[in-house]
């Protein structure tokens, strides 16, 4: 009897599942029948799975899925404080798109990437900056008309 | 009839049609290339510029577009594993680890060879199949509609690690998927399922933040902390022989490319299957081909087979789409429904006209798809060399761009911040799944197919009760899906038994 982290998994599926089908429950025949079709077997398939890993072996001899394969050749600690960069950066990147909209976020995003995380030279950064920004004006707004929502910011301060 | 199929071909090659069928696969190309922007969006906002146009100009311009963002959407999807259409997605899994291990030019190679053989089989199923089709499409309501998407799911979980617990991860991701896709507004009841009292999701999650999410995010994160570029630390390819073997491994590999066609067609005639559901099946399909259980391994890790297969379906269900669209009326895939638009714009009506009085507007369709995919193909190859080089670019440089184009991609969805959100979400679900072995393709196909799932199982429930179990097309289906989850099972007790035999 061992608990894995994969395990959680499994029990986040369970949880999942269970409020899908208790959710459902006072939903007309039409909108609850899916719900409960998918819910209820997807309770029992991570139920199963969930006790299966938690009393059973390590895995069984099947072999792997078919899928990305994650770099093992980093030292963790090194991997886990990337990832937790690489994920800053990508939540700064939606709060910046959030305050000042797409058509100032990317130029600055991409520019204080290049020059802080990758730690390219200023005259490189910006000249990459500069053609990222006309690619998206270009594409974007010039050529597919694509709207973009200003920034908070902008909408505060009437800009 | 062979006049008509000269006069379709005349049709194309007048300097109008052709030019405009170029114009149109110079913006398929940049849209199949941008993740997000899929080949049915740019078709919609394309529509308006086609009132002046003749039929046949019309259908050279759109379907040439069309055509090519379907091939470009692979190149994406093999040098940053960020799928360039949603109907790319299944190239990421054996074209991104290729890339990864300095064998870019030679997946690119088998995508565009493997596209334009699966374009041209599909474009010679839509010539010879109008007349006989009918009653197979006739044959199919919705409890049969509704189990061959059973099956679809059924065969992905074939990918999902053999044994009993990998297939019900299989299942259970599949099942998972269906589930996600109910959230937002009920269509029949109005009912509001999952939204949290959030505007946002009551139309239900896009399919595009979710996909690119789901499979984008994770590649990124983990390029991120490799530090290196996405061939990591290899010396170059010699990139011209890596695209001639690319292109040689479609021609070893022929006849999977071939099945692979047939069950792109196939799919695409089916109406509401689409593109994404086709290139996993035949994805699914090229895995289920592996001799044994440690040639099945390969898969995953970069093996061709993997690109070939969903390079072939991708394409070749572009004609089997426009089997129904143009006999019947009845569109293929979302796309196609746009198109149909197209037809009511230039005072077209499908249906038996498109085969009898219109029947060379038909063929210049047909021949639109042959010719914009050859003309693709090989403007593609004269570039490939330099496209791949992008994969010997340090991670550093490439992250910031990718990222830019992902939450661009996948802000185009709706227009709003929630979808940005959504990406992230599901990025790290993604990850997550990555990280503790659970399989992304049945939870994608599951989504995918979600909607038009849940139509058919209702209408099947309302309509049959119980007793549409025992029609026979869908006790063919439930014996097919019996028989694709038991087949792993199955070489696996092969493979055992040969490995024990081979020990003695």
């Excluded at chain 1, 608990?3 to 369970?14: D, H, I, N, Q, V």
């Excluded at chain 2, 269509?187 to 939204?195: A, I, K, V, Y």
């Excluded at chain 2, 440690?294 to 890790?301: S, T």
């Excluded at chain 2, 979400?425 to 393709?441: D, K």
Aim: hydrophobic share 55%.
């Amino acid at each position: 009897m061992r608990f894995k982290p994969r395990s959680l998994f499994s029990l986040m599926l369970m949880v999942v599942a269970a409020y899908a089908v208790f959710a459902a429950r006072h939903w007309s025949f039409k909108a609850a029948l899916f719900p409960f079709a998918t819910g209820i077997p997807l309770f029992l398939l991570a139920g199963t799975l969930f006790v299966l890993e938690f009393f059973g072996g390590d895995e069984d001899t099947g072999g792997p899925a078919v899928e990305l394969e994650l770099s093992t050749d980093v030292d963790p600690a090194v991997a886990r404080r990337r990832i937790a960069g690489i994920l800053t950066w990508i939540a700064g990147f939606i709060v910046l798109v959030f305050l000042v909209g797409f058509p100032v976020a990317v130029p600055l995003f991409i520019f204080f990437y290049l020059s802080l995380q990758s730690r390219v030279g200023w005259r490189l950064s910006f000249t990459l900056t500069g053609i990222a920004w006309l690619c998206f004006y270009g594409l974007f707004q010039w050529l597919l008309h694509l709207p973009f929502e200003e920034g908070f910011i902008q909408s505060m301060l009437g800009i | 009839m062979f006049d008509a199929l000269i006069d379709g071909l005349l049709l194309v090659l007048q300097w109008k049609a052709f030019s405009l069928m170029m114009v149109g696969m110079g913006l398929g190309f940049i849209v199949g290339l941008l993740p997000g922007i899929g080949g049915a969006a740019t078709l919609a906002l394309m529509l308006p510029f086609i009132f002046k146009m003749s039929p046949a100009e019309g259908f050279a311009f759109l379907l040439g577009m069309h055509s090519v963002a379907a091939t470009t959407g692979d190149i994406t999807s093999i040098l940053f594993g960020v799928p360039g259409e949603a109907i790319s997605a299944a190239t990421v899994v054996d074209g991104y680890p290729m890339a990864k291990k300095g064998e870019a030019g030679r997946a690119l190679g088998a995508a565009l060879m493997s596209s334009l053989v699966g374009a041209l089989i599909g474009a010679l199923v839509l010539a010879l199949a109008i007349p006989v089709v009918r009653p197979l499409v006739l044959s199919f309501g919705s409890p049969e509609l509704f189990m061959l998407a059973m099956v679809g799911i059924a065969c992905i979980t074939s990918l999902s690690g053999l044994g009993v617990r990998g297939q019900i991860r299989g299942f259970a991701m599949g099942l998972f998927g269906l589930l996600i896709s109910t959230i937002g507004q009920e269509r029949q009841s109005g009912t509001l399922r999952f939204d949290m009292g959030l505007m946002y999701l009551w139309d239900g999650l896009d399919l595009v933040p979710v996909l690119v999410g789901i499979f984008a995010i994770p590649e990124i994160i983990d390029l991120a902390v490799r530090g290196t570029a996405i061939a990591g630390d290899r010396q170059p390819e010699d990139l011209q022989a890596g695209v001639i073997e690319g292109i040689k491994d479609t021609f070893r590999h022929f006849w999977l490319v071939v099945r692979c066609s047939a069950v792109g067609v196939f799919i695409g005639i089916l109406p509401g299957a689409g593109g994404g559901v086709a290139q996993w099946v035949a994805y699914a399909h090229a895995v289920q081909s592996a001799k044994d259980t440690k040639d099945r391994a390969r898969f995953g890790k970069g093996d061709v087979r993997g690109v070939l297969g969903p390079g072939a379906a991708n394409n070749s269900k572009e004609g089997g789409e426009l089997i129904p669209t143009v006999a019947f009326g009845v569109p293929g895939g979302g796309a196609m429904a746009i198109l149909l638009g197209g037809f009511l714009i230039m005072g077209l009506t499908p249906g038996p006209d498109m085969l009898t009085k219109h029947l060379p507007i038909t063929f210049s369709m047909v021949w639109t798809l042959v010719i914009a995919n050859i003309i693709t193909v090989l403007l593609c190859l004269a570039v490939l060399n330099h496209l791949a080089k992008v994969t010997y670019v340090r991670g550093g440089l490439i992250i910031p761009f990718v990222l830019f184009l992902v939450f661009v991609g996948s802000y185009t969805a709706n227009g709003q911040i929630a979808d940005l959100i959504v990406t992230f979400i599901f990025g790290l679900l993604g990850y997550l799944m990555v990280l503790f072995g659970w399989p992304r393709p049945p939870f994608v196909l599951g989504f995918v197919l979600g909607k038009v799932v849940e139509t058919y199982l209702f209408i099947s429930m309302n309509r049959y009760g119980f007793s549409w179990l025992t029609h026979p097309v869908v006790v063919v289906l439930i014996f097919l899906m019996v028989l694709v989850i038991a087949y792993p099972f199955v070489q696996e007790r092969r493979s055992r038994n040969r490995e024990l035999a081979d020990a003695l």
